[in-house]
């Protein structure tokens, strides 16, 4: 089965840090990588996906994330963080259901 | 734009107690998935309706059940709760029949908080 791992649980920033929050995933194959961002109190957003073509996804809000399929990584980016950008972030790969699965999330401070 | 409809957003349960969410996905959407977030965790997906239909199945306890009505819309039943059902259970819907379901453009409800005591 297809699993996520999220290295850090909590991050801790100043605003204007860059911010790098690392993912790997199990699956071999061909995979569908999502980042899913979510506010307190909030619902999940998403943040960016990789399904094919170019490794490197831009997504909102100044997010970016790398596809590096020999290291098994997908990791999010931000060179420079806000403290809005407070939240948790959960990184996800798609199984052969359709479904998500989730990683077990890194919660992000940003201190302003 | 029309989003994710849960209700209710807050319930508090007494063990082995009964309860029962719902969600209202997108218009036009046709699929719709539950996931179950216990406090500090990831979520974890319970089940999906396509057309519905049961699609998939994930880690749901055989107290809870699930189905999706002519409106799309979907109920999720939980019966004998136990103090370890306390969660946030979020809906997601998404447009499978033009196979955006199979890029993850998932759209999450705001979730339901529930709290059994």
């Known amino acids: 089965a297809q699993s996520v791992s999220q290295h850090n649980h909590h991050v801790i920033l100043s605003e204007a840090a860059s911010l790098e929050l690392g993912c790997n995933y199990s699956?071999?194959?061909?995979?569908?990588l999502f980042w899913y961002v979510q506010y307190p109190g909030q619902h999940l957003q998403l943040l960016l996906k990789?399904?094919?073509?170019?490794?490197l996804v831009k997504g909102i809000k100044g997010f970016e994330a790398e596809f590096i399929k020999s290291k098994f990584s997908f990791n999010l980016r931000k060179p420079s963080v806000q403290w809005s950008d407070t939240a948790e972030y959960f990184c996800a790969v798609m199984d052969s259901s359709y479904k998500l699965i989730f990683g077990s999330g890194t919660r992000l401070l940003v201190r302003p | 734009a029309a989003g994710v409809i849960q209700s209710p957003r807050h319930l508090i349960k007494e063990k082995r107690e009964t309860a029962t969410l719902k969600c209202y996905p997108i218009?036009?959407?046709?699929?719709v998935y539950w996931y179950q977030q216990g406090p500090g965790q990831d979520p974890q997906f319970l089940i999906s309706f396509y057309e519905k239909m049961q699609s998939d199945k994930g880690s749901i306890p055989d107290r809870f059940s699930a189905q999706q009505f002519s409106d799309y819309h979907s109920e999720l039943n939980m019966s004998s709760l136990e103090l370890g059902d306390s969660a946030l259970y979020f809906c997601a819907s998404s447009l499978e029949a033009s196979g955006r379901a199979r890029t993850g453009e998932l759209f999450f409800g705001e979730g339901s908080r529930l709290t059994v005591l």
């Open positions: 699956y071999g194959g061909t995979v569908n």
């Open positions: 990789y399904f094919s073509g170019d490794p």
């Open positions: 218009p036009r959407h046709d699929t």
